[in-house]
């Protein structure tokens, strides 16, 4: 009989609770560890959509990047997008679990997928903590490219519409800096690193003023953690190989933003 804690057992051996940031709530949002579970469904947003999903594929756990309550809730309305996933998780007896900093700290995790998307050598962690983990990864091209023909693989590899870019540096692009997800708070360790470029989502109008030989690509928030979707439904069957652990058939097109 599996339980809920025997999943969240794998997880964490990949991405330890214990390296959560501060601010973070990573870690288990509704459901007991004792839950016995049939079935996991993995997210990247815990919606009440995709709880639906989970309910109508048979499974009585979710496991997804982003946590389901972030912030305290002070109240749970069903008409609130938090509060329709809560009730829903709640009514259907769902055990609702997020990795959040945790699989961006731990190696392997979020930005080393987007380094592996990339196909970047001698990866390392760009913001390296005492125990070897850290946010971000910085590596090396095999080979030096135009500054176009880097951001055309970014493209392909983060399925990412629209780049927005500080001023294109002069030359050849050799080694790239990245953070799945918020990340302006890493540029200057991007820079200290040695990158020609750092990538990231969520930057804001002051951050794209940078120095010369030096550049910054906001390639999205969604499009820079999704695939971490993947290595989380990896690690859950590598531990149980004949336990049902789907990811949402609808991931492709759950970005909440739009690009029109």
Request: glycine residues 10%; contains cysteine.
């Amino acid at each position: 009989m599996m339980k809920v804690k025997d999943i969240i057992g794998a997880i964490e051996e990949f991405a330890p609770a214990s390296l959560q940031a501060e601010y973070d709530n990573t870690g288990l949002q509704t459901g007991s560890p004792e839950q016995e579970v049939h079935g996991v469904m993995i997210g990247f947003d815990c919606t009440a959509a995709l709880v639906k999903e989970a309910v109508e594929k048979g499974c009585d756990m979710i496991v997804t990047h982003h946590p389901l309550i972030y912030h305290p809730l002070r109240t749970i309305n069903p008409d609130d997008p938090v509060g329709a996933a809560v009730t829903a998780a709640v009514k259907h007896g769902i055990a609702v679990y997020a990795s959040h900093t945790s699989a961006d700290k731990t190696l392997g995790g979020v930005s080393w997928t987007m380094a592996s998307k990339l196909g970047l050598q001698n990866v390392g962690v760009l913001s390296e903590e005492k125990d070897g983990t850290g946010f971000g990864a910085v590596g090396d091209l095999p080979e030096p490219l135009p500054v176009k023909a880097v951001l055309n693989l970014v493209r392909k590899a983060f399925g990412t519409p629209v780049l927005r870019c500080s001023k294109p540096v002069e030359g050849l692009v050799g080694r790239i800096a990245m953070c799945g997800g918020s990340g302006t708070s890493l540029i200057p360790s991007a820079i200290a690193a040695g990158a020609q470029m750092y990538i990231c989502g969520d930057i804001s109008y002051h951050y794209f003023d940078m120095p010369e030989g030096f550049m910054v690509v906001d390639a999205g928030h969604f499009e820079t953690e999704v695939e971490i979707t993947g290595v989380l439904n990896s690690v859950i069957r590598k531990k149980f190989p004949t336990f049902v652990s789907l990811v949402s058939e609808h991931i492709g097109t759950a970005n909440p933003v739009n690009y029109l």
